[in-house]
């Protein structure tokens, strides 16, 4: 019988690529999500019956153990930016995860990975990176071979990054940012499914990893870059942070006046406070490179996924190449 690795969250962006990857590999995949019936479309990246979603709710423990039982391996890459509500930052970020290494250690697995993210520290500034090293702290004292991967900005096909800016940039010729200065160093969501299979098949010693690309730039750098590739010209305005704190507080305010059924997907005020630090590798961590992945630029990717964006979509190039033609 192949071995069976249970993905928490393995519908999500990040963990359809490591659904992906462990089915290559040949094993069993687990698809452990609150909507099922939503990610069928894992089952196509195997043969019949090799990787299967099933219900579980990471705040329930004998849904929890049940995702677990006969698993040889487990990752977990279930994550919030909810403050409040039932998935709120302590629920999901420090309890779910706590409750995952406790039950992988019970049923005996033999490798665990943790998706948690660069600045994760209980003493940090925003709840966000309190709670992701609230978690792995639960983590580690459950399971303490465990492996933690903390991504920089995750870029790919489904990101909520460039697509989410892009968007932002068909709507109108001002494109408002809070942050504009603070560095990242997106990395290409293939290239953490890789150091998260690393550690399920037990070939990264256990630790932190801190993932990151091969350039760094200001956010507002990475907008100019993405417009360039949209073909949008666009007044990029930084916004200082106290104005970002007035929205952040007013969105939060009005998705709680709604009982969360307008859920702030916009800006939330913790947001903004992450945004205040820069969100790079650090000097001295292990990474990428300790696990034999080379990282890929954003060159190779971005163009393939933002073309939708540009005013004329797939015509662009042609249209481009037109205009070439008549200069001729
Ligand atoms: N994306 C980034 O740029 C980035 C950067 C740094 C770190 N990270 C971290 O990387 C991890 C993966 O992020 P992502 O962008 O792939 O997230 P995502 O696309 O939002 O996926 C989340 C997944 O978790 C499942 N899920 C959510 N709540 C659940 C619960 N209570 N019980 C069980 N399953 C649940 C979702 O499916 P259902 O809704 O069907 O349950 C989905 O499959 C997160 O921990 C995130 O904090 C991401």
């Not at 600045?119 to 303490?144: C, H, I, N, R, W």
């Not at 293939?190 to 993932?211: C, I, K, Q």
């Not at 350039?215 to 970002?244: C, Y």
Request: aromatic share 8%.
């Amino acid at each position: 019988m192949s071995k069976l690795v249970t993905i928490f969250g393995g519908s999500g962006f990040v963990g359809r690529y490591i659904a992906q990857r462990m089915a290559r590999e040949g094993w069993r995949v687990r698809v452990a999500v609150r909507r099922p019936n939503e990610a069928l479309f894992v089952k196509t990246y195997g043969a019949v019956g090799q990787v299967e979603p099933v219900f579980c709710n990471i705040r329930d423990d004998a849904l929890v153990a049940a995702a677990l039982a006969g698993a040889d391996a487990v990752v977990n890459c279930v994550g919030t930016f909810d403050r409040g509500g039932r998935n709120s930052f302590d629920a999901v970020q420090v309890a779910g995860a706590g409750r995952i290494a406790r039950a992988a250690a019970a049923a005996g697995a033999a490798h665990l990975v943790q998706i948690s993210a660069i600045g994760a520290d209980p003493a940090g500034a925003s709840l966000y990176a309190q709670t992701k090293g609230a978690g792995e702290a639960a983590v580690l004292a459950a399971f303490p071979g465990a492996v933690i991967l903390r991504p920089s900005v995750i870029f790919g096909t489904e990101d909520g990054f460039f697509n989410r800016f892009a968007g932002m940039a068909r709507l109108g010729p001002i494109l408002p940012l809070v942050g504009g200065k603070t560095l990242f160093q997106p990395v290409y969501v293939d290239d953490v499914a890789a150091a998260a299979v690393a550690g399920a098949l037990g070939r990264a010693p256990a630790g932190v990893y801190e993932l990151g690309g091969p350039e760094t730039g200001s956010l507002e750098d990475l907008v100019h870059r993405m417009l360039g590739l949209i073909r949008r010209r666009r007044l990029v305005v930084n916004l200082p942070f106290a104005l970002g704190n007035v929205l952040g507080t007013a969105l939060d305010f009005a998705s709680a006046l709604t009982g969360g059924l307008i859920p702030n997907k916009v800006l939330t005020r913790d947001q903004v406070t992450s945004l205040r630090s820069d969100n790079v590798v650090s000097v001295g961590a292990r990474g990428l490179s300790d696990l034999g992945i080379e990282p890929t630029p954003m060159a190779a990717i971005l163009p393939d996924y933002l073309w939708r964006y540009r005013p004329s979509g797939q015509f662009a190039a042609i249209k481009e190449s037109a205009k070439n033609l008549k200069k001729a």
